[in-house]
């Protein structure tokens, strides 16, 4: 059903580029969402740890049966939104189309090398592209670099796809002011400034609270008392733009 996002992918030959875009190395450990029937799952250990997560009751059922034995594999049967997924480096993973956006929003909060995801046309194409025309295609830039590895056929998928597929490879960028103050995305923006300039810089919280300032000043940040969250595209291209260019030393 293609509304629950359960399409599996069948071709070996993509699940083989996916393996080598991943550079995978023995002591990576790797998350991967959406195992289905673990034919990814499978090729992933043959290299290296894997942390599979799998909703579906009976798909997770027939993944129990089929490598309950392999230290390699640790299974979880739970939705990826829901959990705190253990420590991981890399990601590779075909998940349901449907919470792709979710799930990108989520990966943010982890702190990992790289990830190698298929993912519909439509959402790649905005990834890659340089033009920003939504708050999550700006806020996912600012957290990652995305390039295009292939398409990905719909034939490759069974059920087969309706839509077109791309895979995308993607690497954290550097931890950033920006990426500090997007995460408290419940906080007002001055609050959230403040506060991720004094845990994230070792700045005292006087000096926190006075560089917050310059920075709402000097940018002509009218929107501070609004929660990060709650900004529209506009205003968060001006903060990060404005976070991006004050220098933190």
């Known amino acids: 059903n293609e509304d629950e996002g359960q399409n599996f992918i069948v071709d070996e030959e993509v699940i083989k580029k996916e393996i080598e875009s991943a550079e995978l190395k ?47 594999i640790m299974l979880i049967n739970d939705d ?10 890399k990601l590779v993973s075909n998940p349901p189309y449907n919470i792709i956006d979710r799930i990108l929003y989520k990966l943010n909060k982890y702190d990992f090398e790289l990830g190698v995801m298929i993912m519909p046309k439509t959402v790649s194409d905005k990834l890659i592209s340089e033009n920003i025309d939504s708050k999550f295609i700006l806020i996912e830039k600012t957290f990652f670099s995305f390039q295009k590895i292939m398409d990905v056929k719909n034939d490759a998928f069974y059920p087969m796809r309706r839509v077109t597929s791309v895979m995308v ?28 300039l004094w845990d994230n810089f070792k700045k005292t919280k006087k000096e926190s609270r006075a560089d917050a300032d310059n920075i709402i000043e000097k940018y002509n940040i009218k929107f501070e008392d609004k929660a990060v969250g709650n900004l529209n595209l506009n205003e968060m291209k001006i903060l990060i733009n404005a976070l991006n260019d004050y220098k933190t030393n």
Request: hydrophobic share 40%.
């Open 26 to 72: 023995n002591e990576d450990v790797v998350l991967e969402i959406g195992a289905g029937f673990g034919t990814l799952t499978r090729e992933i250990a043959k290299i290296s740890k894997v942390i599979a997560v799998e909703k579906d009751f009976r798909l997770f059922s027939y993944l129990i049966d089929k490598f309950e034995t392999d230290e390699r």
């Open 80 to 89: 990826f939104l829901d959990i705190i997924p253990p420590k991981f480096n």
């Open 169 to 196: 490879k993607f690497y954290r960028n550097k931890p950033s002011l920006a990426q500090y103050v997007l995460l408290k995305d419940e906080m007002t923006t001055k609050n959230a400034i403040i506060r991720s």
